[in-house]
């Protein structure tokens, strides 16, 4: 939905449940995988998921549209993974299913690198898994995120060191 012309976002805004709608189904994947990577369960990714839809539908009079509505989404996506990470108090291990690109497929690796994003701090984890896992680019990061660009590029990089000293045995 990116780039809504200005009749969709005004429907938007005027709470039109046909172009709420819309808005969910080109978006649902993209927010849950999100939500799967912040989250580590399906379950928890699925509540996390509704909530961003519902914060969203409850926020639409006050989106003014300088961004296109993904970028709003994931925004609010990140905000609902932290409050959601404070609510929980704990550090939900990523699911098994977690794709780490490894030539040979070795599970042990593939445990290190889960641990290890894992064990990132939030702000890092959020940026890695928006770049590398969704591939988004530092830009659309910075504006989900409020950012700057510099400061989510220091994040990833971070991000990266950190996972290249924790997996120094493997690489």
Not at 25 to 38: E, S
Not at 79 to 101: T, Y
Not at 140 to 163: C, H, M, P, W
């Amino acid at each position: 939905m990116a780039d809504q012309p200005q009749d969709t976002l005004e429907r938007l805004k005027s709470k039109d449940s046909n172009a709420f709608t819309e808005a969910v189904r080109a978006n649902q994947q993209a927010i849950y995988r999100l939500a799967y990577r912040l989250t580590g369960n399906v379950e928890d990714a699925m509540d996390l998921t509704q909530e961003v839809f519902l914060r969203a539908f409850r926020a639409l009079p006050g989106f003014r549209g300088d961004s296109d509505i993904r970028t709003w989404l994931y925004r609010i996506a990140i905000n609902a993974g932290s409050s959601w990470r404070k609510r929980e108090k704990v550090f939900a291990p990523l699911d098994q299913a977690l794709e780490v690109p490894s030539p040979k497929e070795d599970p042990e690796l593939r445990m290190a690198v889960r641990d290890a994003v894992e064990a990132l701090p939030y702000k890092q984890k959020a940026v890695f898994v928006m770049h590398h896992y969704q591939g988004l680019k530092h830009e659309e990061i910075a504006g989900i995120t409020d950012r700057t660009v510099g400061s989510v590029k220091a994040n990833y990089f971070q991000a990266v060191a950190k996972l290249k000293r924790k997996l120094e045995g493997f690489l």
